[in-house]
């Protein structure tokens, strides 16, 4: 069943069509996975973590973007997303991939471990945000240290996914496969919060604007993992 899962997820990412030619991409066929219908709602563990604006946001959500994400340093002066330096689009999520998520990650009482401990520091992968209207909620996946991290308001809600380990890497890998340069909508005077050039001179604007973050990516050193705070899945 878990094998089955990554042959979907590679053929689950769709791109908004005009606005992103460049990063376009189809599903070859259709997916053949189907929500359980026993997990239809947010568990309750997670839902009132979160708050019902943030669970509106996810449940109602009308696009769902995604952006490849990792730890800032100090030195960081590029886009941020909730404290962390953005490194690239990875596209808007298809419902298919939408539902899968919520009914696997967020559904699901087995993918979920609310009252087990690891001791592991999440590692940022990606960042979905559900977006409402103006409003949003942002869910952080993290491999290998397995885990779901949502935001919203100032407040951050990390859930152990271990169990869903396959799930998370088979979403995370196409996705980050897929990644485009990032850089702000309103430097395009786009309103979509997609940040992909499309003209010559936009291109040539992004590639002026994104070169301190690759030399920053370039001249990255692992660091030692931190011991504290809230991306540490075991309390001291």
Same mark, same amino acid.
């Given at each position: 069943?878990?094998?089955?899962?990554?042959?979907?997820?590679?053929?689950?990412?769709?791109?908004?069509?005009?606005?992103?030619?460049?990063? =376009?991409?189809?599903?070859?066929?259709?997916?053949?996975? @189907?929500?359980?219908?026993?997990?239809?709602?947010?568990?309750?563990?997670?839902?009132?973590?979160?708050?019902?604006?943030?669970?509106?946001?996810?449940?109602?959500?009308?696009?769902?973007?995604?952006?490849?994400?990792?730890?800032?340093?100090?030195?960081?002066?590029?886009?941020?997303?909730?404290?962390?330096?953005?490194?690239?689009?990875?596209?808007?999520?298809?419902?298919?991939?939408?539902?899968?998520?919520?009914?696997?990650?967020?559904?699901?009482?087995?993918?979920?471990?609310?009252?087990?401990?690891?001791?592991?520091?999440?590692?940022? @992968?990606?960042?979905?945000?559900?977006?409402?209207?103006?409003?949003?909620?942002?869910?952080?996946?993290?491999?290998?240290?397995?885990?779901?991290?949502?935001?919203?308001?100032?407040?951050?809600?990390?859930?152990?996914?271990?169990?869903?380990?396959?799930?998370?890497?088979?979403?995370?890998?196409?996705?980050? /496969?897929?990644?485009?340069?990032?850089?702000?909508?309103?430097?395009?005077?786009?309103?979509?919060?997609?940040?992909?050039? =499309?003209?010559?001179? =936009?291109?040539?604007?992004? =590639?002026? @604007?994104?070169?301190?973050?690759?030399?920053?990516?370039?001249?990255?050193?692992?660091?030692?993992?931190? /011991?504290?705070?809230?991306? /540490?899945?075991?309390?001291?």
């Amino acid at each position: 069943m878990l094998l089955r899962f990554a042959f979907i997820f590679l053929l689950s990412l769709t791109f908004a069509s005009s606005a992103l030619a460049q990063a =376009q991409s189809s599903a070859a066929t259709q997916p053949t996975w @189907q929500p359980n219908p026993e997990y239809d709602t947010i568990l309750d563990e997670i839902s009132s973590a979160i708050g019902s604006a943030a669970l509106q946001n996810i449940t109602s959500s009308e696009q769902v973007f995604c952006y490849q994400i990792a730890d800032k340093p100090a030195n960081y002066t590029g886009y941020t997303l909730d404290g962390m330096a953005i490194v690239g689009f990875c596209g808007i999520i298809n419902q298919e991939l939408q539902t899968l998520i919520k009914s696997e990650l967020m559904m699901n009482p087995d993918n979920i471990l609310f009252d087990v401990t690891e001791n592991c520091v999440i590692k940022p @992968q990606i960042m979905l945000r559900f977006v409402r209207g103006i409003d949003s909620t942002d869910v952080l996946l993290s491999s290998p240290c397995h885990a779901m991290a949502i935001f919203y308001g100032g407040k951050i809600s990390a859930f152990n996914a271990k169990p869903a380990a396959p799930i998370i890497d088979a979403i995370i890998e196409p996705l980050i /496969k897929n990644k485009v340069d990032f850089a702000s909508p309103a430097l395009f005077n786009q309103l979509m919060p997609i940040g992909v050039a =499309q003209t010559e001179e =936009q291109k040539a604007l992004l =590639q002026k @604007q994104n070169e301190p973050i690759r030399n920053w990516q370039q001249e990255q050193q692992a660091t030692a993992a931190r /011991k504290s705070g809230w991306n /540490k899945l075991k309390a001291d």
